[in-house]
C-alpha cells in the first residue's frame, strides 16, 4: 500500500454463480489507516500519490485464485480491479478511510487465495523500511559484486538458452576455459548477437566492464593443481573444509535408518552394509570405529527423497538421494568410503538402493566418480537452500522484525542484534527478486529446480530448531 498507512480488507459477492461459466462481480473493501500525525515528506508522498492516481497511475488489485488454470499454469485471476476515488479521499481526515474495487470474475474462478502473494516486479524496489536500507557505501560494494554474482550465475544459464543443442558443458576444457578464455568470448557474443538478446540492458553492461570480472576467479586449489578435485582427499578435505562444513556429523548408528514414512517412501533401512566399508578402517570393526569417533557421514537421504520424482522429471535434471561415509584415518585426514544412492523405490522388486565403493580398476573408478559427482550436487544444493539462503537469511527475517518492533534502538540486547540484523532485509528482498524468484538464477541453475524453494521450507520444518543453531550447540550435536 501506499505511504505509511497499514490497511486490511474484505470482499462479498453481489450475484449467484449458475452452472455454466458467467462473470460476475466482487466487490472488495480496503480499509486505510490514518497516521493521527503525518510530518511533512509523508504529506508530500501523500499528494504526490494522489497526483498520480488522477493521472491514471492508479492503485491495482488482483484476485488469485487457489486452482490453477490449466493453460497458463498458474493460478487463475481476476481482472486488475483499481481502487476507487483514491485521490478524492486524499483530504479525508478520519482515522480510518474505506476505499472499494470491484472485480470481475468467472463463476468456475474458485476460491481466492488468501495466502497468496504477488511479488513487485523489478525495477521497482520492494519495500523496506528505512533505516535496514542500504547505505551509499554498502551499495556500492554490492552492485560490484552483483555484477560478478549475475556473470557467474546467469551466464551459463543464458549460455545453454542460447545453444542449439541446450548443452551447459560438452567436455571438461570448457569448464576450464571459464578461467582461461573468459565467458563473453565463450559466448560468441559479437554486436549483431548482442542487440537480438533479450536481456541486451544486463549483456552490454557486461561486455563494458573490465576483462577481470568476464573471467572466473580461479579456484586457489584449481592454481595449485589442476586434477585436485578428482581426488578422494580433497573430496573429504571439502567435507569440512570446503564451502559446506556445517552438514558432516559423526556416525553413531550403522546402518543409517531413515527417518521418513516408510508407508510413502519404502524401508527405512539403508542399503550400506559391514562388508562394504569394514576393510577400509585399518583393521578396526565397524562398531570399534563408532566408538573411537571415527566413522562419520553426509546424510542427504531424508531432505532430497521426497522430492526425487518431481526433480527427476524435470527436463536435463537428474539426482539421488545420497550418503556418504567418511573415516577419519590416523594422518588425521578422512577419507570416503561409501556412497549410497537411492532412489524412490518403483516397484516391490526393484531395487531403489545402492552402494558405491572407492575404485578398484578404471570402469569402477569411474562409478565412483559419479556417485561423487552427485553428492557434490546434493551437497550444493542443501548448502544454498538449507544452510545460506533458510538458516542465515530467511529465518532471521522475523527476529529483525519483531526487534524493531519491541525493541527501543536503545535497548542493550537491540544494540548487540543491530550489526548482525544490518541489511538483511534488503539483501532478502533483492533476492526474492533476482535469486530465489520462480524462473531465477536458483531455480534455472540448480539441480532441484522449481521445487527449490519447497525443499528449503520443508528443511525449516523437518530440522530448524532455535536452540539448535548456535555454537556450540551445533557443533556439540554433530
Ligand atoms: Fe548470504
Redesign the pocket.
Known amino acids: 500500500m501506499k505511504g505509511s498507512s497499514s490497511s486490511s480488507s474484505s470482499s462479498s459477492s453481489s450475484s449467484v454463480p449458475s452452472e455454466k461459466p458467467v462473470k460476475f462481480k466482487v466487490r472488495a473493501v480496503v480499509t486505510v489507516r490514518n497516521k493521527i500525525k503525518e510530518d511533512f515528506k509523508e504529506t508530500f508522498v501523500k499528494h504526490l500519490d494522489a497526483l498520480t492516481d488522477r493521472i491514471g497511475r492508479n492503485v491495482v488489485l488482483e484476485l488469485f485464485s487457489t486452482e490453477i488454470d490449466p493453460k497458463t499454469k498458474a493460478p487463475k485471476k481476476s481482472n486488475e480491479a483499481v481502487l476507487k476515488d483514491w485521490s478524492k479521499k486524499t483530504n479525508v481526515k478520519a482515522e480510518r478511510v474505506s476505499y472499494t474495487a470491484e472485480f470481475t470474475v468467472d463463476s468456475n474462478f474458485g476460491e481466492p487465495d488468501i495466502t497468496c502473494e504477488s511479488r513487485i516486479e523489478k525495477p521497482l524496489p520492494m519495500y523496506i523500511p528505512r533505516d535496514e536500507r542500504f547505505e551509499e557505501s554498502k551499495k556500492n560494494t554490492f552492485s560490484v559484486k552483483r555484477l560478478k554474482g549475475v556473470l557467474h550465475n546467469l551466464l551459463p544459464g543464458l549460455k545453454s538458452s542460447l545453444s542449439a543443442h541446450n548443452q551447459d558443458f560438452n567436455e571438461f576444457s570448457d569448464v576450464d576455459g571459464l578461467y582461461s578464455v573468459g565467458l563473453l568470448i565463450k559466448l560468441g557474443l559479437q554486436d549483431d548477437v548482442l542487440k537480438k538478446l533479450p536481456l541486451p540492458k544486463i549483456v552490454s553492461k557486461i561486455q563494458e566492464s573490465s576483462q577481470g570480472i568476464l573471467k572466473y576467479d580461479i579456484p586457489k586449489i584449481i592454481s595449485k593443481d589442476k586434477f585436485a578435485w578428482l581426488r578422494d582427499d580433497e573430496f573429504a578435505r571439502q567435507a569440512v573444509a570446503g564451502v559446506n562444513p556445517v552438514t558432516i556429523e559423526r556416525l553413531t548408528v550403522f546402518p543409517p535408518v531413515s527417518k521418513l514414512d516408510p508407508e510413502i517412501y519404502g524401508p527405512q533401512e539403508s542399503a550400506l552394509k559391514e562388508e562394504h566399508i569394514v576393510h577400509q578402517l585399518n583393521g578396526m570393526t565397524v562398531q570399534e570405529a563408532i566408538d573411537e569417533n571415527k566413522l562419520y557421514i553426509i546424510d542427504y537421504h531424508d531432505i532430497y527423497l521426497p522430492f526425487l520424482e518431481r526433480i527427476n522429471a524435470l527436463d536435463g535434471r537428474k539426482s539421488y538421494a545420497t550418503r556418504t561415509i567418511y573415516f577419519l584415518t590416523p594422518l588425521g585426514t578422512l577419507k570416503p568410503v561409501a556412497i549410497e544412492l537411492s532412489l524412490p523405490p518403483s516397484g516391490p522388486n526393484t531395487p531403489s538402493k545402492r552402494v558405491v565403493t572407492p575404485a578398484l580398476d578404471a570402469t569402477t573408478n569411474w562409478t565412483w566418480m559419479l556417485a561423487k559427482a552427485h553428492v557434490c550436487s546434493n551437497d550444493a544444493g542443501v548448502h544454498q537452500l538449507a544452510h545460506?539462503w533458510l538458516r542465515?537469511?530467511a529465518s532471521m527475517e522475523p527476529f529483525i522484525l519483531s526487534a524493531h518492533r519491541q525493541l527501543s534502538a536503545m535497548h542493550p540486547i537491540f544494540k548487540l542484534l543491530d550489526p548482525h540484523m544490518r541489511y538483511t532485509l534488503e539483501?532478502n528482498a533483492l533476492a526474492r527478486q533476482s535469486l530465489i524468484n520462480a524462473d531465477g538464477v536458483i531455480e534455472s541453475c540448480f539441480t532441484p529446480g522449481r521445487y527449490a524453494m519447497e525443499i528449503s521450507s520443508a528443511a525449516y520444518k523437518a530440522s530448524w530448531r532455535f536452540d539448535k543453531e548456535s555454537l556450540p550447540q551445533d557443533l556439540i550435536r554433530r
Open positions: 545460506h542465515t537469511h539483501i
